[in-house]
């Protein structure tokens, strides 16, 4: 059985639909990205997935349960965490402080009048964890809004594992990064993503940063899908190729 079953999912404005009837299916601890141009659907798609966003049809079954009307927050305490193309972070808090909330938010952690403190500790040595994963240890007790726009994009990708997801969403890991920032960032995924314990559902729009994470690929045009199977295979085909990927092979 499939961790994640998408059939038939649409979303619509009137006339105009962002993405018409894709169906996905993702296996336990699986890697998969989705490529497509600006308005292909990407983030559309990802949104109704994690139940950001209303769907006009289709069906989003999560470990065999119907979950297609669920909103964000059921969805998260079913195991779903993502990041977003613009990074979604608390910027007054600390760094140690936004990745505690991930863990809180899957550990149900709180102040209590016994043994809350120990709790609280508890919670902050687990996102202490998360931070030194990530190369952010040294940064810890700045204030998130401090940080460069690189670190807070890794930030907001610790604070989603933090809360040790059974499907994990990046939207866009690398937008606004250096080149530099971009080589660390996927050093950095790759070591995660090698022995982590969840599927991840990938978009990217640097194409060279897909390749090296992703083993599959899914292509969407105009909010359809045109092509879905293993990266090399994807990234060969003639027409996926003239019309994405500029003639890169």
Not at 117 to 131: I, K, N, T
Request: glycine fraction near 10%; charged fraction near 25%.
């Amino acid at each position: 059985m499939s961790l994640l079953s998408c059939r038939g999912l649409t979303r619509a404005w009137g006339a105009f639909r962002a993405v018409d009837g894709v169906d996905l299916e993702l296996a336990e601890r699986e890697i998969c990205a989705v490529i497509g141009p600006n308005g292909a659907g990407k983030s559309t798609l990802f949104a109704m997935i994690a139940g950001n966003l209303r769907k006009t049809s289709g069906t989003v079954h999560l470990a065999g349960e119907d979950v297609s009307a669920l909103p964000a927050h059921a969805m998260a305490a079913r195991g779903v965490a993502r990041s977003f193309q613009i990074t979604a972070i608390c910027p007054e808090l600390t760094a140690l402080e936004n990745v505690r909330l991930g863990v809180q938010a899957r550990e149900g952690l709180r102040w209590q009048p016994l043994g809350g403190r120990a709790a609280m500790r508890r919670g902050e040595e687990a996102a202490m964890g998360w931070l030194e994963r990530l190369g952010l240890a040294g940064q810890a007790r700045l204030p998130a809004g401090e940080l460069a726009h690189g670190d807070q994009r890794l930030l907001e990708v610790a604070v989603a594992l933090a809360q040790r997801p059974r499907l994990l969403i990046l939207d866009e890991p690398t937008q606004g990064m250096s080149q530099g920032e971009t080589r660390r960032t996927v050093a950095l995924l790759r070591g995660i993503m090698a022995e982590a314990e969840t599927a991840i559902l990938l978009v990217e729009h640097d194409l060279e940063v897909v390749f090296e994470l992703a083993p599959r690929l899914i292509v969407l045009h105009r909010g359809r899908k045109i092509a879905d199977g293993p990266t090399a295979q994807v990234r060969a085909d003639a027409a996926v190729q003239e019309a994405y990927l500029g003639g890169l092979d």
